[in-house]
């Protein structure tokens, strides 16, 4: 028989941000200076909310901190709560003639040395506009964004253009170029002003990136990769190591070839541009807040052109090298 959950309290709201925010934490040690409180009074609400619950939400010891499967449960329906409240007082400050509340904003990684994106001119527009909101900004990868907008955990995304669920929309905002590189320890460094036979770099050890939607970048090689990373840095890394090449922003890579440690291989065919974008609901669905913020963003980011947007392929960039 089920048992229905009485009406949530000011205790309960309060338990399950603290809640929320260990597992945005990973972990109690961490969560206890984002919520300014000891380490016993987290355990003593958390061991409260679980006898409230009836269910153990997570595993802490030696081993570390980790959800249990009621735990994971609870967190995606917490989102859901808060985010609905957040939107309830977001619309009612609309109403009211103020835009309030916090507004959940997701972006990936090393974009902000790209002098093509306006993020910093869009953020200042909006506290001009919004002073009262709170923006929260979160670092994800592109494949993480869609089930982030999905389950509400944040509102509103910039991100490269790539296939989505029907309900996100996609508006093209600036583009990134992307150039292979490898370090100054790689043999090929020495030899990257030379034009390279394309088949030669296809059989380079190359990094990938972890995420499903760069299996386009991929697709140059002739053999698997024999190193992943998540982001950015990581692939840094990897390439400054002098053991694999692979692809980068031109824009992050930057630094490191002013100071001799990267080179770009074969940019004159190995170079393509992707197009990013402004992902979100339709604006029907939307706060006012993050239609707002949308409308900066498109207003600081003059109308793009279209580029290519596909990365090269072992049989494009031969047929082009031999022309």
């Known amino acids: 028989m089920s048992v229905t959950l009485p009406p949530l309290s000011d205790v309960d709201f309060r338990q399950l941000r603290i809640f929320r925010t260990i597992v945005e934490s990973n972990g109690f040690t961490a969560a206890q200076d984002e919520l300014g409180i000891s380490r016993s009074t987290i355990s003593t609400q958390m061991s409260a909310l679980e006898t409230r619950l009836g269910v153990k939400l997570c595993r802490r010891g030696r081993s570390g901190f980790s959800l249990t499967e009621h735990g ?173 090449v692979s692809f980068l922003p031109t824009h992050f890579a930057r630094q490191w070839v002013e100071r001799g440690e990267m080179r770009a291989l074969r940019p004159d065919l190995l170079s393509f541009k992707i197009a990013m974008c402004v992902a979100n609901f339709p604006q029907s669905v939307m706060s006012r807040m993050a239609r707002v913020f949308r409308e900066c963003l498109i207003e600081v980011h003059p109308t793009v052109t279209a580029i290519k947007t596909v990365p090269p392929t072992l049989e494009k960039t031969a047929a082009s090298s031999s022309q």
């Open 72 to 244: 994971q449960k609870i967190y995606s329906e917490v989102i859901k709560l808060f985010a609905a409240a957040d939107s309830f007082r977001a619309e009612v400050g609309a109403i009211r003639g103020n835009m309030v509340g916090e507004l959940r904003i997701g972006v990936v990684d090393a974009m902000v040395e790209n002098p093509n994106c306006k993020l910093d001119r869009a953020i200042a527009l909006f506290h001009e506009r919004a002073p009262g909101v709170h923006p929260t900004f979160v670092v994800v990868s592109p494949n993480q964004i869609e089930n982030a907008l999905l389950s509400r955990q944040m509102e509103i995304a910039v991100m490269p253009n790539q296939p989505m669920n029907a309900a996100v929309q996609m508006q093209q905002l600036f583009h990134e170029e992307q150039t292979m590189y490898c370090g100054k320890e790689h043999p090929l460094f020495e030899k990257a002003h030379e034009k390279m036979p394309i088949e030669q770099l296809a059989e380079q050890k190359y990094a990938r990136r972890g995420y499903s939607v760069a299996l386009a970048f991929q697709s140059l090689f002739k053999h698997p990769p024999s190193a992943t990373a998540y982001d950015m840095e990581g692939l840094a890394y990897l390439i400054r190591s002098g053991k694999f």
